[in-house]
């Protein structure tokens, strides 16, 4: 099976000023193509740091994948860099050359010198188009006698046969749309040539209300396979375990792992509550739907975060009715109808406040549901009695004696204002879910 590894170019990824969602596509896409990647590398716009990684890269994988570095500006070097380690001219390609003027003209913008620049290539390498814009890559199809002839030790001798390059370097510009194209158009398709290794089906089953270690201690059977393979990984109060399959086509390796995550889904009931995309606010904007309820909110120190997030979903019109942020004590009691005596005895932070808020949200709105929290999200205004990150919340039903429920979430003051704001979310989105999903979980 062929190896690749990532390169991906840039000080200002390095300096955290621009989030690097190359190497996860190239990464996801190598898998698909049944490509192992073992390595994804960042280096910053020095011409002997970059020299260095190709070097290291081409030591130890059959692909080497770069993305940045192929503007007009002094500090786009990677064309440069990867000629100086073969030691290679730049020829000038008069058609890339053309296309880049006309490309140019076409947007009636003014081609600079330097833009002169991305139509150089190394002596030997072939152009890989670039669809959507100026900057195209190239393709360098090297044997092993080039590799010894710039002094590169591989610490790799890959069992391809002979008719693959013995090393390939693929190189593309850091704009996400352009490398997107350029992959899907050409990349993609020469690597499934030359590389044909079946491919990886895979899901990310997500969890809420079970922690990552006891998440793996209850899969534990199941961590140690070797095709299909199970992962557990920890996100934002949740857990996901990955189910992946490798086989020739993507139906044969679903089909191989669908053993496991049917178990999986029948073992882990309503703690499991998507998979892949699905985000908590989705799935509860679904079953909202589905069942035909309407929910509205009252929010004191989500800020509206909770209305944020459902919003975020289309359609939401069908399943949200009214959102109310009722910061203050006065809010609490003129929009909701809190009794005062409720904040003067208990305050605003108890469960008393926040069941007050529900009931009084439900009945000014008519919805199905009312759903409130109220806390302190800090990193000031708590007590030895209320710290921050001790939060209410609380759902009400419509109906005969009024379903209500109410949770106590003591968060710590080891988390930061915004991620008490969001764990709190996730929960009471939680809480919404369970209740049309399986209510009797809401009384553990």
Same mark, same amino acid.
């Given at each position: 099976m062929a190896r690749a590894e990532v390169l991906c170019i840039g000080t200002e990824l390095l300096l955290g000023d621009v989030l690097d969602t190359n190497s996860q596509f190239l990464a996801r896409e190598l898998a698909l193509l049944g490509i192992d990647c073992f390595y994804r590398v960042v280096v910053g716009d020095n011409p002997e740091r970059i020299k260095e990684c190709v070097r290291q890269a081409l030591g130890r994988a059959d692909i080497v994948i770069t993305s940045g570095g192929l503007g007009p500006t002094a500090d786009d070097l990677t064309t440069e860099c990867l000629a100086g380690v073969f030691n290679a001219p730049m020829d000038m390609d008069e058609e890339v050359l053309a296309f880049i003027r006309e490309l140019f003209a076409s947007r009636n913008i003014k081609m600079t010198e330097s833009n002169r620049k991305q139509a150089l290539r190394p002596r030997g390498a072939d152009i890989l188009p670039n669809p959507v814009g100026s900057a195209p890559g190239i393709v360098w199809q090297l044997q092993k006698a080039d590799l010894d002839g710039a002094g590169i030790e591989s610490s790799y001798v890959s069992a391809l046969g002979r008719d693959n390059p013995y090393r390939v370097i693929l190189t593309f510009p850091g704009v996400p749309s352009e490398l997107?194209?350029?992959?899907?158009?050409?990349?993609?398709?020469?690597?499934?040539?030359?590389?044909?290794?079946?491919?990886?089906?895979?899901?990310?089953?997500?969890?809420?209300?079970?922690?990552?270690?006891?998440?793996?201690?209850?899969?534990?059977?199941?961590?140690?396979?070797?095709?299909?393979?199970?992962?557990?990984?920890?996100? @934002?109060?949740?857990? @996901?375990? *990955?189910?992946?399959?490798?086989?020739?086509?993507?139906?044969?390796? *679903?089909?191989?792992?669908?053993?496991?995550?049917?178990?999986? *889904?029948? &073992?882990?009931?309503?703690?499991?509550?998507?998979?892949?995309?699905?985000?908590?606010?989705?799935?509860?904007? *679904?079953?909202?739907?589905?069942?035909?309820?309407?929910?509205?909110?009252?929010?004191?120190?989500?800020? &509206?975060?909770?209305?944020? @997030?459902?919003?975020?979903?289309?359609?939401?019109?069908?399943?949200?009715?009214?959102?109310?942020?009722?910061?203050?004590?006065?809010?609490?009691?003129?929009?909701?109808?809190?009794?005062?005596?409720?904040?003067?005895?208990?305050?605003?932070?108890?469960?008393?406040?926040?069941?007050?808020?529900?009931?009084?949200?439900?009945?000014?709105?008519?919805?199905?549901?009312?759903?409130?929290?109220?806390?302190?999200?800090?990193?000031?205004?708590?007590?030895?009695?209320?710290?921050?990150?001790?939060v209410y919340v609380a759902l009400c039903a419509k109906g005969a004696g009024v379903e209500h429920y109410t949770r106590k979430l003591s968060l710590g003051n080891r988390v930061n204002r915004s991620e008490v704001r969001w764990r709190t979310a996730n929960q009471a989105l939680n809480m919404v879910r369970l209740y049309l999903l399986e209510p009797a979980a809401l009384k553990v």
């Open positions: 997107k194209a350029m992959w899907t158009e050409t990349a993609a398709p020469y690597l499934a040539r030359y590389y044909p290794a079946g491919t990886i089906w895979s899901t990310e089953l997500k969890h809420i209300g079970i922690g990552e270690s006891a998440l793996a201690e209850k899969y534990a059977h199941l961590l140690d396979l070797p095709n299909p393979t199970v992962a557990p990984y920890a996100g @934002r109060w949740e857990c @996901r375990l *990955r189910v992946a399959a490798k086989a020739a086509s993507q139906e044969e390796a *679903r089909l191989l792992a669908q053993p496991v995550v049917d178990e999986i *889904r029948q &073992g882990s009931g309503v703690t499991l509550y998507g998979e892949d995309d699905d985000t908590l606010e989705a799935v509860v904007g *679904r079953l909202l739907t589905g069942h035909g309820k309407t929910l509205s909110l009252a929010e004191s120190c989500t800020g &509206g975060l909770i209305t944020e @997030r459902l919003t975020d979903m289309p359609g939401s019109s069908r399943f949200l009715n009214c959102a109310v942020v009722a910061y203050s004590n006065a809010s609490k009691v003129e929009l909701l109808g809190v009794d005062a005596e409720v904040l003067n005895k208990y305050g605003a932070v108890s469960e008393e406040a926040a069941l007050a808020m529900a009931q009084g949200m439900l009945k000014l709105s008519g919805s199905d549901l009312a759903l409130s929290v109220t806390g302190i999200a800090g990193p000031e205004g708590g007590t030895e009695e209320k710290p921050v990150g001790l």
